[in-house]
């Protein structure tokens, strides 16, 4: 694949894109890569709001950017001349269900790799039946869900697998601990108020037999997509095979006492999008049946934090039954976030300094019962913004650099474990400065 650019940042100007403009500017040699650019539909903003405020040498790690590309989400043609110069998107510019579609689509069109850092898991089945076997035909690979939904579940769920397998034994179930700590960003805080916002609508057209509401949002359809439709019948995103998939989301979603973490825990708050792609890595790895529980780490644990957290989702669940609570909560955070997004935004420009924590700790045990898998994940960077970035960056280095050695990843859709190796995208995320332990003992 020739092409003069390794990676494009889309999206730039957003809360993630400029953490991953900075990712790359301070931190992208040790991913092994040489040249990248910024793209976003307003140059001038992203000049002044991001590329002017990078003055600090890039250093022996970092690589400065080329030229900045206009692009547009609603705009085929400026879509596709970006992908046609550059080995992978790492695309940002949500919420994806409103502004994603394009990208996939010019991607594949130019035979262009695909990265994203999306959690909408409804939105990522729904592109993978539309453009699936177009993207295996062609070879090229798209990663979804590529930043904290859902590495660190995924890799840490793979490692234990593997280190158990390395010692004679299969997983049978592993309990996940996740949690950070910083700033929520923008389109994260849009993803959710459309989900919400989707549902009333949707429970409101039923309850009131058509007559308020709508059973469901138009999708946005990509600029030149023409009549492409979704096909009537097609495979979900998590394989029938993965047969314990629903029993697992279901009981993640319990609180409850994990008897291999020892204390009681609440459900991770994104446990319903990272159980499908968990599921779907095991499948493909070879441990398919396992039993999967998702919660949330420090400080969460424990009886007392348990029962607290239980009467706030209820509170939670009974604010947004109400009118314009999606409009209320996108001021609640805008007032909260914009100092907090300063600071976070001021250390990144400062050669992409710590901005928080995140951290993933996982136990599981071998279906014999007598080996115990003990798996660690832990970095200096906030979840939403930082670490997401990061990861983005590391699994499409990852892509290029299997490009590099004429060693493609597997092409089509994949979780970012099965794209390039679990154990790969772990090494990358050494690297690049993520803390990651596996430790095998007798139970």
């Not at 499908?276 to 007392?304: D, S």
Request: positive net charge; aromatic residues 8%.
């Amino acid at each position: 694949m020739q092409r003069d650019l390794d990676v494009v940042i889309f999206g730039a100007t957003g809360d993630t894109g400029v953490a991953g403009c900075c990712f790359l500017y301070f931190r992208g040699r040790r991913l092994g890569i040489s040249r990248w650019a910024p793209a976003a539909r307003n140059l001038h903003k992203l000049k002044t709001d991001v590329l002017d405020k990078l003055s600090q040498a890039p250093g022996l790690d970092g690589v400065a950017f080329s030229e900045p590309i206009q692009a547009d989400a609603e705009d085929h043609d400026s879509l596709l001349r970006m992908c046609k110069r550059t080995k992978c998107v790492v695309a940002c510019a949500g919420p994806f269900a409103r502004y994603g579609e394009g990208v996939v689509k010019a991607c594949i069109e130019a035979g262009t790799n695909y990265v994203d850092i999306t959690g909408e898991l409804p939105w990522v089945e729904k592109m993978e039946q539309r453009y699936g076997e177009e993207a295996l035909q062609k070879g090229v690979t798209l990663v979804s869900m590529a930043g904290y939904d859902s590495v660190p579940p995924d890799l840490t769920t793979f490692l234990a697998a593997k280190g158990l397998k390395d010692a004679g034994e299969s997983l049978a179930r592993f309990d996940v601990f996740c949690g950070g700590d910083g700033v929520m960003p923008t389109g994260t805080i849009e993803t959710v108020c459309d989900m919400v916002d989707g549902a009333k609508s949707a429970f409101l057209h039923a309850v009131s037999c058509s007559l308020l509401g709508q059973r469901r949002q138009k999708p946005v359809r990509a600029q030149g997509a023409g009549e492409r439709m979704l096909p009537r019948s097609s495979k979900p995103y998590v394989p029938k095979e993965a047969t314990r998939f629903t029993s697992n989301l279901i009981f993640t979603m319990i609180p409850g006492y994990s008897r291999l973490g020892r204390t009681f825990c609440l459900p991770h708050f994104m446990a319903p999008v990272n159980v499908g792609v968990v599921h779907r890595t095991a499948y493909h790895e070879g441990y398919p049946g396992l039993v999967y529980r998702e919660r949330l780490g420090p400080p969460f644990k424990g009886l007392i934090p348990m029962l607290v957290g239980i009467v706030a989702g209820i509170c939670v669940a009974v604010f947004f039954s109400l009118p314009y609570a999606t409009s209320l909560l996108r001021r609640f955070v805008a007032s909260i976030n914009q100092g907090l997004m300063k600071k976070v935004r001021a250390r990144m420009f400062a050669g992409y300094s710590p901005t928080g924590k995140t951290m993933a700790d996982g136990v599981g045990i071998s279906e014999s019962g007598t080996m115990m898998a003990k798996v660690g994940m832990s970095c200096e960077y906030d979840p939403g913004l930082s670490f997401t970035m990061l990861s983005a960056c590391v699994v499409a280095g990852s892509i290029v650099k299997k490009l590099q050695a004429n060693d493609r990843a597997l092409g089509g859709f994949q979780t970012a474990v099965t794209a390039v190796g679990g154990e790969v995208l772990a090494d990358a995320l050494r690297a690049a400065g993520v803390a990651i332990t596996v430790a095998v003992q007798r139970a």
